[in-house]
């Protein structure tokens, strides 16, 4: 069920080594997702005060995931990891309808990155066992996805508890990996 078993699955270069930046607001659930996807236990996560690294090597694949803390604080730092990203994993609290706004003007700050430029982005949006999650529609108009040239995009509607649509979505993140020449 992990992202491991889905590499292994799309394998379509040897010894690529992929680096995926994992962002969004704090409480949104990053960090259950990569512990989701590295199979790890979800009981007991606290907030992200500066970043989780999970890094794995399997079948010819290097994966690296950066969590980055979402705290208003450390934003500012997330240009600091940038360099050589060669996907984007946004996370969205679903359930957060107040905070949709800064949500997505971060996402919009994010996407005029030069360094970001043309990298494949995924939008989770997550926390859709919740009976007040916004739909992945929703949030795609209310965020002006549609207006997004640069990149190809996906928006994946989720529970990182449940990992409901997660496997959905690292599928497509899987497919969507850049090759590169090293």
């Known amino acids: 069920m992990g992202l491991l078993s889905v590499l292994r699955k799309l394998k379509n270069s040897p010894d690529q080594e992929v680096r995926i930046l994992l962002l969004g607001l704090d409480n949104a659930g990053k960090t259950t997702l990569l512990k989701q996807l590295a199979a790890e236990d979800i009981t007991h996560i606290t907030p992200t005060q500066g970043f989780n690294i999970k890094s794995v090597q399997s079948q010819g694949f290097k994966l690296n995931v950066w969590d980055i803390g979402g705290q208003r604080k450390i934003r500012p730092y997330w240009r600091n990891y940038f360099e050589n ?39 989770f949006a997550n926390k859709q066992d919740l009976m007040t999650a916004a739909s992945a529609s929703e949030l795609a108009e209310g965020l002006s996805l549609h207006t997004i040239r640069d990149r190809i995009w996906q928006i994946q509607p989720c529970s990182a508890v449940s990992t409901e649509g997660v496997q959905d979505g690292m599928l497509w993140l899987c497919k969507n990996i850049p090759t590169r020449t090293k």
């Open 85 to 123: 990203t060669d996907l984007l994993i946004y996370v969205i609290d679903s359930t957060d309808k107040k905070r949709f706004e800064e949500t997505g003007q971060e996402l919009a700050e994010l996407l005029e990155e030069e360094k970001l430029s043309m990298v494949p982005l995924l939008i």
